[in-house]
DNA sequence: AAGTCGGGGCA
DNA sequence: TGCCCAGACTT
């Protein structure tokens, strides 16, 4: 922003009235924040780096009300970093089974690890973007909202917001530089973490995706895009969904199931999971079970990725072989602690509603 | 710059 | 059904 911190030109966005916007923004958010489990309450200025590290990592492409129990679970079990850092990693990733995106799990432990041995998180941007699992949103939002630093925080609300008070209609991505600088220029000195804060409330409450709210919108007077709110920000148009078929094996004896642990990268990365064809992003499955016996389809578990749809069969046999290589018997008692990812969860789920 | 990586909730 | 979500990381 300019000397007189009242407007600022930035590149191609003119943005009148810059400084106008961040005092209207926060009185709102001081009247209308949503309580969060992580969040400390508006002008606190700082909050627990633990919690708020962990949420935003858990928030990462993922909503508010389905990180909420996944929160309270690892702060109930694991109360400090220290704590998260101590515990073995196959926990963890149990721990985060159903939240999806589970290369997270593993750089939390890691990061958590990291952290352990410096003492304390690192306070500052750039000290946190180096972190492992902390890019470039979520190393500002840490730094704003858990230690009061001024950093120009971006998500997918704040480039909604934004792109809609400026009314950029440049397609994302080329988009998001005109963003982040005027995103740069109405940020505040003072309260940037709250600022960013309620920059996601009003995405998720006002201006939401589809039918923006801007008759109640605090920022209505200063909003440029309105009359075309709900067609900003212009996104690309989307790749087709591959379709992909598979099989699950469900092997049983005594009791207890037999599970396997998945490479550590690749989908559903270091998960536990039944032994399945080879199913992948590139290609069907084999088909080919991993021993011999009177196979028989259970059911099937329709099941869509972020870039692939899953028809996968799970099949059930009568006695044979005992497998081979890694894996483990596993309780059928315990099953829902295992720690399998929703599509192998429905998966034995289909599987126990054939047996009876 | 484009591709990979989950799952649930919503219209 | 398609679209979206407090993105990070690899190629």
């Known amino acids: 922003m300019d000397a007189r911190g009242q407007s600022a030109k930035c590149g191609k966005v003119d943005i009148p009235r810059a400084g106008s916007i961040a005092p209207a923004l926060l009185g709102w958010y001081d009247a209308h924040a949503r309580a969060l489990p992580w969040r400390a309450p508006p002008g606190a200025n700082r909050a627990d780096p633990y919690r708020v590290w962990l949420s935003e990592v858990m928030l990462q492409q993922t909503t508010v009300a389905a990180v909420i129990p996944y929160f309270e679970r690892f702060t109930t079990r694991w109360s400090d970093v220290a704590a998260l850092a101590a515990a073995p990693e196959e926990e963890v990733m149990a721990a985060w089974a159903g939240l999806g995106y589970?290369?997270?799990?593993?750089?939390?432990?890691?990061?958590?690890?990291?952290?352990?041995?410096?003492?304390?998180?690192?306070?500052?941007?750039?000290?946190?973007?180096?972190?492992?699992?902390?890019?470039?949103?979520?190393?500002?939002?840490?730094?704003?909202?858990?230690?009061?630093?001024?950093?120009?925080?971006?998500?997918?609300?704040?480039?909604r917001v934004v792109a809609r008070l400026f009314?950029?209609?440049?397609?994302?991505?080329?988009?998001?530089?005109?963003?982040?600088?005027?995103?740069?220029?109405?940020?505040?000195?003072?309260?940037?973490?709250?600022?960013?804060?309620?920059?996601?409330?009003?995405?998720?409450?006002?201006?939401?995706?589809?039918?923006?709210?801007c008759l109640i919108c605090p920022l209505r007077s200063d909003c440029r895009g309105q009359a075309r709110a709900e067609q900003l920000p212009v996104k690309p148009p989307k790749k087709a969904k591959a379709q992909r078929i598979g099989h699950a094996w469900w092997i049983e004896r005594d009791g207890a199931v037999w599970l396997i642990r998945r490479p550590a990268s690749?989908?559903?990365?270091?998960?536990?999971?039944?032994?399945?064809?080879?199913?992948?992003?590139?290609?069907?499955?084999?088909?080919?079970?991993?021993?011999?016996?009177?196979?028989?389809?259970?059911?099937?578990?329709?099941?869509?990725?972020?870039?692939?749809?899953?028809?996968?069969?799970?099949?059930?046999?009568?006695?044979?072989?005992?497998?081979?290589?890694?894996?483990?018997?596993?309780?059928?008692?315990?099953?829902?602690?295992?720690?399998?990812?929703?599509?192998?969860?429905?998966?034995?789920?289909?599987?126990?509603?054939?047996?009876?």
Request: negative net charge.
């Open 102 to 159: 589970y290369s997270r799990a593993r750089r939390l432990v890691e990061c958590a690890r990291v952290v352990a041995d410096l003492g304390a998180f690192p306070e500052d941007e750039a000290g946190l973007r180096a972190l492992p699992g902390l890019g470039a949103y979520t190393a500002a939002a840490v730094a704003a909202i858990a230690f009061g630093q001024r950093a120009v925080v971006v998500d997918a609300n704040v480039e």
């Open 167 to 213: 009314d950029i209609d440049e397609p994302l991505p080329a988009a998001r530089a005109a963003i982040r600088e005027a995103a740069d220029a109405i940020t505040p000195d003072a309260r940037s973490g709250d600022f960013a804060q309620a920059m996601m409330d009003l995405g998720a409450g006002i201006c939401s995706v589809r039918a923006p709210q």
């Open 266 to 356: 690749g989908m559903l990365g270091g998960m536990r999971a039944l032994p399945d064809d080879g199913w992948n992003a590139r290609r069907d499955g084999s088909g080919n079970p991993p021993l011999d016996g009177g196979w028989q389809e259970a059911g099937r578990v329709a099941h869509v990725f972020t870039h692939v749809a899953l028809d996968l069969a799970v099949m059930v046999s009568q006695g044979g072989d005992n497998p081979s290589g890694e894996g483990e018997w596993w309780p059928l008692a315990r099953l829902d602690e295992a720690g399998l990812p929703t599509l192998y969860a429905r998966a034995a789920a289909v599987a126990m509603a054939r047996k009876g």
